[in-house]
């Protein structure tokens, strides 16, 4: 999964729908800063992610 993982975050990079990818040092967390029309597209988009069904998800909108 995790070449899965690499591949799908290249491609949200290359959209312009990832801006930042951080990890933790122990690479247990993440969080990333998504671009989108709305909640909905994020939602989707994190979805779109295979590791998705592992994860606790939880999105907070930022002010520009």
Same mark, same amino acid.
């Given at each position: 999964?995790?070449?899965?993982?690499?591949?799908?975050? %290249? +491609?949200?990079? &290359? !959209?312009? /729908?990832?801006?930042?990818?951080? *990890?933790?040092?122990?690479?247990?967390?993440?969080?990333?800063?998504?671009? %989108? +029309?709305?909640? &909905? !597209?994020? /939602?989707?988009?994190?979805?779109? *992610?295979?590791?998705?069904?592992?994860?606790?998800?939880?999105?907070?909108?930022?002010?520009?």
């Amino acid at each position: 999964l995790i070449p899965a993982e690499q591949a799908r975050i %290249g +491609e949200l990079r &290359a !959209a312009g /729908t990832l801006e930042i990818l951080y *990890l933790a040092g122990d690479r247990a967390q993440g969080w990333l800063v998504l671009q %989108g +029309e709305n909640e &909905a !597209a994020i /939602t989707e988009a994190l979805a779109s *992610l295979p590791l998705h069904p592992y994860m606790t998800a939880t999105a907070t909108l930022l002010q520009e």
